[in-house]
Every structure is written in C-alpha cells, then in structure tokens.
C-alpha cells in the first residue's frame, strides 16, 4: 500500500514538471509562448478594466496637490504678515506652518517610488519585445513599438550582422496576419479609453487573424518543406503556432508598454507640480524655524518693556494697550457677522471678538452645566436615601462641582474643527482638569466640615489660571499684556500671601505646602514679569498649572490606593494567607503577590512613573502652548554628556528618565515572576508526593530565583548599555587588558561565586540546619558570596561559600531531618536498672509531640530507649537514646532532663551525686 502512494505521487510530480521541459524542445517553446501569451493578455485585460480607476486616484492625488499649493500659499501669506508686537498670533502662525509641514512629510504621495516602479515595468516590456523579435525566424522591426520605447543592444545587434550567413530570413511570409493584427491594433489604440471597453470584439477579431493566418500557413507548408529541411541552418525555427503565439505576445506586450509609459507621463508631470508645493512648503518651514529662535530669544533673553519703564509714562503706554486691543477687537462683531457668511468672514477683528464671545459663553456654559449637576445630584439624594446618608452636606456642593466638570469635558469635546477652535478647547480642558484635580484631592483628602476652607487655598490659583488660559484663547496684543500682566501678578501675590497667613493653623499639610509653593511661583512670575519678561511669567505660571494639576493627580490617586488597601486588601490578604495551608511562616508572604498585584502595579510602579513624568511632561505641555517644540528637545532629547561622535556614549535627560522608569517596571516583574515560580513549584511538589504541607527546606528555590534576577536584571543592564550607547569594544578592551590583574584581585570573589552556584544547586537549601567550625543553626539566606546562619542564640552568622566548604560543614537535615541526641543520668549503685528503663521511658512519652508541619518530634521508627553506659563514681550511669529533628533538637534538649528528674524522684529512684567526706584531726590525736 505504501509503494503505490508512493508511486502515485511520483507520477503526480513527473505530470506537473512536464511543462519545465518547454524550456529545452523546440515543441516546447510554443507552450512557452502560448503560456506567456496568456499571461500577458490577463495583465492587459486587467489594467484596460481598472484605467477608470487609476485615472480617478491620479484625479484624486491631483486634487490634493493643488488643494496642498493653495494652502501653502494661504498658510505663507498669513505667516509673512503678522507683526512682532502680536506674539500669540505669530505662535499661531508658526504652528500652522510646522503642522501642515509635517503632515505634507507624512502623508507625502510617493511619486519617486511609482515612477521607479513604472520605469521597471517600461523596461521589462521593451525587453521582452526584443526577445520576442529575436526570435527566428527574426522580424526586421515591430511597428508597434515607438522608437522611443523600444530596446537596443548594439553589441548583441553587431554581433548578428556579423553573424548574417548562418541566420536565414523569415521562413513563413506572414503578411496577411500581420496585417489584421495590425488592424486590430489601430482600433484599439490607447489614446482614448472609450476604445478599450470593448474588450469582447478585441478578442475576437484576434481570434479571427489567428484562424485565416492558421489556413495561409496550412496551404504554404507543403511547398516550403523541402526548402525548410534544405535551407535551414539554425539549431530551431518557431512553428507556425509558435510564430502565431509570438505575434500575439508582440502586440500585448507593446500595448502594456505604451500604457506603463502614459502613465509614467501623468506621474512625472504630477511630481513636478508637488516638488514645487513641497518647496515652497519648506521654504515657509524654515522661515518658521529660524523665527521660532527669534521668538525664543524675545521671551527669554530680551524680554518686553519693564513695569518699572511703564511707570515712568503711563498715558502713553495705555494709549498703546487700547490701540492695540482696538486692532484686535470689535465692539458690533455680532451685527457684522450677521450681515456676513460666517464662513467667509476674513477680519480678524471679527474672528477675535468672535473668539472672546465664544470663550464668555463657554464659561457660562460652564456655570449652567454645574446647575445642572447640582439639580441631578439633588434627585439623586433625594430617590436614593443610602446615598444622602452617607454624603456630607458640605461635599454635596463639590460634588455637583466635579459631576459639572465631567459633562463639560464631554459636551464640549471637539465642538469645533478650526484649529484656533481647536487649541482653545484644549486650554479650557487643561482648567477643567486643574479644578477636577483640585476638587477629587479635596473630597479624597479632607473631611467635611474643612472643605470649603481647604479649597479657598486655591481661589487665587483658579482665578489666575483663567486669566492666563483668557490671554492665550483671545490673543491678546502684548502692549495690553504688558500694560495689565504685572500689577495683575502683583494683586495675586498679595492675595496668597495673605490666605496662607489666615489660614496658617487651619489648613491640611499638603495643602499648606502647596499654598506656600503656589505663593512662591506666582512671586517668580511676578518679579520676572516687572523686569520685562511678560511671556516668561505666562510659561512658569502654566508649568506650574499642570504641575499641580499632576500633583494633585498624583495625591488622589495615593489616598484611593490606601483606602482600598485598608477596606479591602488587607482583608483580601488575610483570606488569602489563611488559603495557603501548605506554608508557614514567612513563606506565605512571598505568595501573597497573587492577591496584591493590581495594588502592587499601582504603588510599585504606575506612582513612580506619575511622579518621573509629570515634571518633563508638564514642561513639555507647557512649551507645546507657545510652540517651543524645538526647546523641549534641546532640554530632553538632546545628550547632557556626548563622546566619541554620534555613535559614542551619550546620555540624555531622557535616557535618565526612561532608564528610571524601566527600573520600577523591571522590578515589579522580578517580583512577579519569582512568585509565579515559587507557586509553580509548590504546586508541583503537593501533585508529585501528593502532600498537604511543605517544610521550609523541603524544595530547594534558591537557585531558581537566583537565576530569575539573574536574568531579568541582566536584561535591564542590556537595555541600559544600549540606550547610553556605551561603547562596548572599549569595555571588552579594558576587560582583556585588566583580566590578568582582575582575576589575581577577585579571585575570593570569583570562588565564593562559584562555591554559591553550587551550593544553590541542591547542597544546601534555606531551612537547612547545619552546623559548622562549631556554630549550629539554620540557614536563612543563600547568596553569590555567603551564606546566612541563623544560631540557636538568635545571632546570625555569615560564612563565606568557600569557608563553607574549606570547613566542611554538616548539613543535619539533607537527607533525614532527625538526629541522635543522648541524655545521660546516674542512679544509685543497687538499682533495678529495668525499671528505672521503664520508668524513664514512659515519662519521656509527652515528649513525642509534632511540630507545626505536623511531623513527629521524635522519630516513630526509632523511639526512645535507654542503654546502659558505664560505672562511675557515684553511681551508674545510663544514657537515654532518641531520634529528635534537628529544628527541635535545643528545645527538647532544655525540657527533657527535667521530665527525667521528676519521674525518677517519683518512682522512688535515687540520684546519686558525690559526696566529700571531711575528717578532721585534731592536735591531741
């Protein structure tokens, strides 16, 4: 039955390879041809049906292009006229031109790769088109090929005519056929697609050329024989189908070829047009770039007008606010705009006093949305009675607050498409996150009745973060920033100062401490904005914005943390500890993981990356506002430390915070998979030996978790090196050159290193009991280095892995927990020794007790039995014999002897203890 598979399968395969043979037999070759001919009547056919739809996506990418020139020019207009004294529109400006730069550079049509593609496939034809000629018997020429497109050899074509005598001209005239298919050929010519929808009547006026060409061929075959066999010198010469399959090829190829090289046309023509938006596009980016350092410069280096210069005349420099604030606003917008398409609408004034009268409504809108909540909440106290038990009066008002807050961010998420739209929505979302914030710490944080007092430390903080938030939305001109900025900063200053001193006993710790920071930030921006510096005041107060909003963020989160942890986890923990009936000890804290994990996630590594992140993250959200992008990367991108060029050693505040972050992570995941393993393992112990309980000592995981961290840390150390770029050539240079003097130095090091790899690998295990150069106790830790010794005082001892095994320790528990301990006692020469036997025996019986694992303290097999020793001085000594564990071993040492001593007093038997007898002589003896 196999060998006829196998014969099967054979044949299967020799029927599939018969086609390969084409490539070998004249006869052959006419299946090639016909096979190729298919396949390129198939590609012809499917490009003809699909040239709608490629002349849609070229109308489409056209479409775009033009739309992407018009913006350009929109976008270079409007980014040459604004003015210098109008910083936030020229921030507009220039963030428009980055924006639309980088989406030109994203979504950049690839037209270098289509025409490459295309240049491929022109290239592909032409030479097929010239082998099909070559072959004999050869044509002179095919019409159907431009000059242009066509392929040349002039090595190859030297090399025939130089060759001529051996090559015989055509052997079949087939004039006829070429001639209908040439007719075929002009009626479905390319130059109009409504030509090519026929494809049906191509294909049979095609059919029909092969059929009369068939009967010419048939009726010239019988008189060219003979001149055939005599004149042909060539090794083969196409048969008549062949030469009919190679006409057919000619035409579809030369069809595919004009069809690749019109529409490398169209895409060339269409990339010149783009190369130039592309252009001006960047022309306009790097304008934008090398104002983004003038801006730079402006706001941190030379700064405005001082308040101090404004003092000295201030009719004229409010003479200039007002100015100012009448180029950028208008009082009858709304008339204007009604007259007026909204959509139309090119004054800026309009648009500016539009935007203000949006930001008044949104505020309202704000103020109608928390009445809204506070009329759901008050339903809600009212149907559900638990829920009004158990809210305060006094959080019920904050409540509605943040419920108010949650609706705005919703309702007004994406209200408008414009981009200024856009950016002011995002900056009311940033204020509504900082109250949200401020709120949620409040009611996590504080009790009742010390909430309204605890959120009046934050009154002044709100009220200046509308302002600045206000001063961005409205673009507002910067004679009227500087102007109104610096005695605004100063009232707020003042109003802060003074709250934190009212409240100075009242308030909570951390909202003291914040009271007193935000007090110490908005005095910075005050001072900075009196020496000129109005932008730089406006960039700390909103870093410190979303610094606190983070922060508060961040204290929320810690308060829910530790409620949950005292309401339930503990609880959780305890349920779960009682589970794990198999463990004792210390050993069930080190499975607790599984009931801790969410907690552990959150506090081991979500806060510490809330905390890394919200410094660089805030700094970053707040140079995003003025488009400072370029600062943010200098600040954090760019290496603090570079050597050896681009690919040397380099080291970022990025890479620190990144590395820092990975630390938390990777230590989390040490955690993790050191108690999947244990629990792994404790699993396959119970299944094995079918128990119910392990010892300590029982299986030995050192060497597992060793490896783990091993591992895991040894992945973090690899991330680390990578992301520094720390030249590891030079490191294995100076390891090869200090090896000698390395290994000479570490060479305790190295050996205890070893002597711990095999220690951890079975000869010893934590638990163990052993005794060593005289001190005896359990083993409480394995390392790479030492081992720990716990001893029966309570002190531990450290032992070097090679003392350990220079020294020889014992282990007392590697294969039998049990060891021999002997108990000697004297009784009174003349005493039935039997009977003080049994009498010991039996009074050691309380003795046999189990410990916590549940095994005997005296071994079973063995018992307790009493032998005779020897003859002493006072008496004869006898030993009690017994198989005691190791761990229990000092304490049934301690408890023992007496237990003997009162059972011998009580059964009669004397102990006998030496006596000195004192003779004394006197002087008349």
Known sequence: MTKRKIYCVLAALFVAALPTFSVFTGMNLDITL???????????????????????????????????????????????????????????????????????????TPYDRIVTKLNIEIKRCARLIESLRRLPPELTEVDLVPDSLAYHNDSLDAHLVNNESLLEQKLYEQSDIFAAIEAMTDSLALDSLAGLADTTGARLAH?????????????????AQDTTNVESNSPFVLSEKGQLERDSCLFYASRLLKIYAQTRDIVMADSTYYIEAWLRMKESYDYAQEYYKILQRNVFVEGQTPWIQILMNPAVYWRQAKIAMKERFVLDFLDQLSTEDES?????????SATLFYLVMY?????????????????AYRFIKPLDRKVAKEQKRYIALLLGCVLFMILSYETTLDDRGVKAISLMHTFIWLLMAITTAQLIRLKPKKLRNGFRNYLSTIFTAIFVISCRVLFLPNAFLNFIFPPLLLFMTVWQLTGNLRRRGESDGPDAVIGWCSLAVTATAMFVSWAGYIFFALIILLWWFFLLTAILTIVSVWHLLLWYKRSRLDRRMAEYRAQISYLLGEAKDNLL???????????????????????????????????????????????????????????????????????????????????IWQKTQYDRFLRKYNRKTIRKNEINLSLGNSLISVFIWFIY???FIITLRVPTSSLGLIAGGLSAGIGIALKDIINNFVYGIQL???????GDWIECDGVRGAVTDINYQSTQVETVDGVTVSFLNSDLFAKSFTNLTK??????????????????????????????????????????????????????????????????????LAAERIAYADRAPEVMYNALNAAGISIPFPQCDLHIISDND
Not at 207 to 223: R, T
Not at 760 to 766: P, Q, T
């Open 207 to 223: 059919n029909a050329a092969l059929a009369a060409g068939q009967e010419k061929a048939a009726e010239e075959s019988a008189a």
């Open 344 to 352: 139309t609408v090119k004054d800026s004034r309009i648009i500016n």
């Open 815 to 884: 294969s039998n927990s049990y060891e021999l301990l002997k108990l000697h006692v004297s009784v009174a020469y003349g005493t039935d020794l039997q009977r003080a036997r049994e009498v010991l025996v039996e009074a050691l019986q309380v003795m046999r007790t189990k410990d916590a694992y549940g095994r005997e303290i005296v071994e079973p097999g063995k018992g307790i039995y009493v032998v005779f020793g020897e003859f002493g001085d006072s008496g004869v000594d006898i030993i009690v014999k017994q198989y005691i």
């Open 363 to 379: 505020i309202l809108g704000f103020y109608v949305l928390w009445g809204i909540a506070a009329l759901m909440m008050m339903l």
């Open 593 to 675: 993981f599984f009931a801790t994990w969410l907690y552990d996630l959150i506090h081991d590594v979500v806060v510490p990356l809330m905390v890394l992140v919200s410094f660089p993250l805030c700094i970053r959200w707040t140079l995003n506002i003025f488009e400072f992008n370029d600062l943010y990367r200098q600040i954090f991108v760019e290496p603090l430390i570079r050597h050896h060029g681009a690919d040397g050693f380099r080291m970022s505040l990025y890479d620190l915070l990144l590395l820092a972050a990975l630390f938390f992570v990777f230590r989390y995941l040490n955690e993790a998979v050191h108690a």
């Open 34 to 108: 016909a096979n190729l001919r298919r396949e390129l009547s198939h590609d012809y056919h499917q490009i003809a049906q699909t040239q709608e739809e490629l002349k849609a996506y070229y109308d489409k990418q056209h479409y775009q292009m033009v739309e992407i020139a018009k913006k350009c020019n929109d976008q270079s207009l409007m980014l040459y006229s604004q003015k210098q004294d109008y910083t936030f529109d020229i921030i507009y400006a220039l963030e428009r031109v980055t924006k639309e730069y980088g989406d030109f550079n994203r979504n950049r």
């Open 717 to 719: 150390i690899y991330i």
């Open 760 to 766: 951890m690998g079975g000869r010893l295990r934590v």
